[in-house]
Nanobody, 130 residues
Framework: QVQLLESGGGLEQAWGSLRLSCASS????????MCWFRQAPGMEREIVAA????????YSADSVKGRFTITTDNAKNTVFLQMNSLKPEDTAVYYC???????????????????????WGQGTQVTVSS
């Protein structure tokens, strides 16, 4: 059973930066596509960023494009979300998720729908004050 543990959340002022980390353990496949979702109070969970198993393909939601960057360190089984120029509307619980890659779909394919992911972390709170 894959376990995901997020860290790095907290309280930050607008225009500040935070770096989220998601460490995975118990991996039974060699390849996992990863992503970050977030959910604000009263809102649906939404995709923030996604990355292919190799790291070659990435996706960022329009709301964070140019401000957030997703990267992966496969040697450490960890995915990161660098968040710059934070805005109050970025306030949410951020979740890391993993999808086991059981067939070859290229090195750049990423997934953006929550239903496509097999494993989820507990979430880390990010609060941005104005």
């Amino acid at each position: 059973q894959v376990q995901l543990l997020e860290s790095g959340g907290g309280l930050e002022q607008a225009w500040g930066s935070l770096r989220l980390s998601c460490a995975s353990s118990g991996r039974t496949f060699s390849r996992y596509a990863m992503c970050w979702f977030r959910q604000a109070p009263g809102m649906e969970r939404e995709i923030v960023a996604a990355i292919s198993w190799s790291g070659a393909g990435t996706y960022s939601a329009d709301s964070v494009k140019g401000r957030f960057t997703i990267t992966t360190d496969n040697a450490k089984n960890t995915v990161f979300l660098q968040m710059n120029s934070l805005k109050p509307e970025d306030t949410a619980v951020y979740y890391c998720a993993a999808k086991a890659i059981t067939y070859y779909s290229g090195t750049s394919y990423y997934y953006t729908r929550s239903s496509e992911y097999d494993y989820w972390g507990q979430g880390t709170q990010v609060t941005v004050s104005s």
